[in-house]
């Protein structure tokens, strides 16, 4: 069963940082592309991140480009995202998720990691 | 970036009456190796999403046949032959081709 569990969300300053972790298990972690998607409290998804199967390609959403990087660890089977600069915009449950070998969208999903920017 | 328009953003249903989602984008999904990637989402309270629709009409493992996906292009939609109570939540399309991947709005489906 393929299981996507995250860590380190929590209550940040703005302009502070975070490093969120996804920990995979039930699938050969290193053979898919990986995403990080959010959702801000009520609000609807926005893919955030992806980087692919040996982290040579990753792709942002222009509102997150140059202050947020994907990076993974295959053998540790763990995906991240540092996360600088933050602001309230900022603030949403993130998500860590699997994205299908040949549908090219994330076919499953974590519960999700709450960050919280505010003073 | 390829905006994804969904209506409606409420849908109000009755138990065993049929649904439908439409999801327009502002850019052929067509890729170069010929399929369509628009993919639906169910997102029922407090829970993660789950995948429901890939590749414009193919249902996940475990998705019930009452729910089907068509569409070509930039028109696509998403069908429940009959609702059921389990498929109140919100029903997002999105977009995997051109970069960034983008969602629609969000159909929220509740049961009259």
């Known amino acids: 069963e393929v299981q996507l569990v995250e860590s380190g969300g929590g209550l940040v300053q703005p302009g502070g940082s975070l490093r969120l972790s996804c920990a995979a298990s039930?699938?050969?972690?290193?053979?898919?592309?990986m995403s990080w998607v959010r959702q801000a409290p009520g609000r609807g998804l926005e893919w955030v991140a992806n980087?692919?199967?040996?982290?040579?390609?990753?792709y942002y959403v222009d509102s997150v480009k140059g202050r947020f990087t994907i990076s993974r660890d295959n053998p540790k089977n763990s995906l991240c995202l540092q996360m600088n600069s933050l602001t309230a915009d900022d603030t949403a449950l993130y998500y860590c998720?699997?994205?299908?070998?040949?549908?090219?969208?994330?076919?499953?999903w974590g519960q999700g990691t709450l960050v919280t920017v505010s003073s | 970036d390829v905006v994804m328009t969904q209506s409606p953003l409420s849908l109000p249903v009755t138990l065993g009456q049929p649904a439908s989602i439409s999801c327009r984008s502002t850019q052929s999904l067509v890729y170069s190796d010929g399929n369509t990637y628009l993919s639906w989402f169910q997102q029922r309270p407090g829970q993660s999403p789950r995948r429901l629709i890939y590749?414009?009409?193919n249902r996940d493992s475990g998705v019930p046949d009452r729910f089907s996906g068509s569409g070509s292009g930039t028109d696509f939609t998403l069908k429940i032959s009959r609702v059921e109570a389990e498929d109140v939540g919100v029903y997002y399309c999105?977009?995997?081709?051109?970069?960034?991947?983008?969602f629609g709005q969000g159909t929220k489906l509740e049961i009259k």
């Open positions: 998720a699997r994205v299908g070998r040949y549908s090219l969208s994330p076919t499953s």
């Open positions: 039930g699938f050969t972690f290193g053979d898919f592309w």
């Open positions: 980087i692919n199967q040996d982290g040579s390609e990753k």
């Open positions: 999105m977009q995997g081709i051109h970069g960034p991947y983008t």
């Open positions: 590749k414009v009409s």
